[in-house]
């Protein structure tokens, strides 16, 4: 195979197929993320005889941002030349999510990767080159990003969940020029994107203005970048490593304690907070951003109200551990479900559901429950429990501060009625006069979700 810094154009088509022949089985789905730029236009002609060679399914996929008044036009584009060449070709209209402190770039890339997701494919084939990864890793440079920005994109990165298709970029060793002279080569028609010239980006800036000086005094540039970045890569697997082994230590139930976070280095307390955000689904913060969490989590007194929001999700602390709550809008407390013995009935806003199962001498009597309307309340004050027959009734409030209920869960808890009885809470148990003993028709009552 030709080394990419010499590539000819005839070596272009046997370079992507060595690098598929690493990622896919036979019979697997590809889909292209088909832009009509030249880069995804090469591809997609190098693409389609690959299929028949190494026995692939491939299908083309245009993301159309609505952000350049010639995108529908560029769909059109693209539905034709994927028509001639018997390629399935789809189109997917997004609205690009203006959000303050964002760019337009990051906006429509995260729009555009939310529909990748989305596909039931087994590859989101991408098109970025060499150039691209220079480009990527002086941007992330120049914003300060630590290693994990700065190893840049990977040739092959696995989806983020049980279905969602892996990512792979054949083409990211070769140069654009190589790209560039494959497509004349081949007579290939592709569009242009007028925005590639607009400077006010930063990207097209280095591009246009930054990158050619760069050329000019170190020619290899691109080769060296993209070795730093591999580097890179492989000091983020080594510190993803060391967190795992920390978070195990550290993290159960969805909660960091506080203790083992306290006893480690401030670097390898940021590097464990940094892996583990993400494993409950919070965005990871900036550096700056984390550099305040790591204070406020682990400096403030005990009794200190911490409330850290990161975009859907707030951190707290209580009696020494961390958790992740939802945001979600304010309920009213006369908030009431009826439950018309159904075996699950959804929560909305709390963010779970309870589920009701059949059993005998275990949960709650089912002629007592029902004897009454049963309903799901939130806390209004006041309320009386006796989960255990061996003691008196108690506040509901006391029992909860002696389970170790975070207080801004407590306001969120379904509490079960029949009538005006509180008969179960979550995580405090079941009313004394309404269990059910051996022999009697009972009902186990569970609460799945957070709270």
Not at 97 to 122: I, M
Not at 325 to 331: G, I, K, Q, V
Request: overall charge positive; charged content about 25%.
């Amino acid at each position: 195979m030709a080394n990419s810094k010499k590539l000819l154009p005839s070596d272009l088509p046997a370079f992507v197929e060595a690098k598929l022949k690493n990622w896919i089985q036979p019979g697997q789905r590809l889909t292209l993320a088909l832009s009509g730029g030249i880069d995804s236009i090469a591809l997609l002609d190098i693409l389609v005889p690959l299929g028949t060679v190494l026995n692939f399914h491939l299908s083309a996929l245009y993301v159309n941002h609505q952000i350049s008044p010639n995108a529908a036009h560029w769909a059109e584009f693209c539905a034709g030349l994927c028509a001639r060449r018997g390629v399935p070709f789809m189109s997917v209209r997004v609205d690009v999510a203006r959000r303050p402190g964002d760019s337009l770039e990051a906006q429509a890339r995260a729009a555009r990767y939310q529909v990748f997701s989305e596909q039931k494919t087994n590859f989101i084939v991408l098109a970025q080159h060499l150039d691209d990864q220079a480009e990527t890793l002086l941007l992330q440079l120049l914003r300060g990003s630590g290693a994990k920005g700065l190893s840049a994109m990977a040739e092959r990165r696995e989806g983020g969940g049980m279905v969602e298709p892996h990512y792979v970029r054949p083409l990211l060793d070769v140069p654009r020029q190589a790209i560039l002279d494959y497509a004349r080569a081949n007579n290939l028609e592709w569009v242009e994107d007028e925005s590639n010239m607009d400077i006010a980006f930063d990207r097209n800036y280095l591009r246009h203005q930054v990158m050619p000086l760069l050329e000019r005094r170190f020619p290899g540039y691109r080769q060296t970048f993209a070795r730093t970045s591999r580097n890179l890569a492989d000091s983020v697997e080594l510190m993803d490593d060391l967190a795992q082994l920390d978070c195990a230590a550290a993290a159960a139930g969805g909660r960091l304690r506080v203790d083992a976070l306290v006893s480690l280095t401030m670097p390898r307390g940021r590097n464990l907070l940094r892996f583990w955000l993400p494993t409950q689904d919070v965005p990871t913060p900036s550096a700056g951003r984390l550099e305040n969490m790591m204070q406020q989590l682990c400096s403030s007194r005990d009794d200190a109200k911490i409330r850290i929001q990161l975009g859907d999700a707030v951190i707290r602390r209580y009696r020494g551990e961390i958790y992740v709550e939802r945001s979600t809008h304010a309920l009213q407390q006369e908030f009431c479900l009826p439950w018309a013995l159904q075996d699950t009935i959804d929560l909305p806003g709390l963010g779970g559901c309870l589920r009701f199962e059949c059993a005998v001498g275990r949960g709650l009597n089912h002629a007592k429950l029902v004897a009454e309307p049963v309903t799901i309340r939130l806390r209004q004050g006041g309320e009386r429990l006796r989960p255990d027959c061996r003691r008196p009734n108690r506040s509901l409030k006391n029992l909860l501060q002696e389970a170790g209920v975070p207080p801004w869960q407590r306001q969120k808890l379904p509490l079960l009625f029949s009538g005006e009885n509180l008969v179960y809470v979550p995580g405090i148990g079941a009313e004394c006069g309404y269990q059910a003993v051996e022999g009697e028709p009972g009902v186990i009552v569970k609460f799945e979700g957070r709270p």
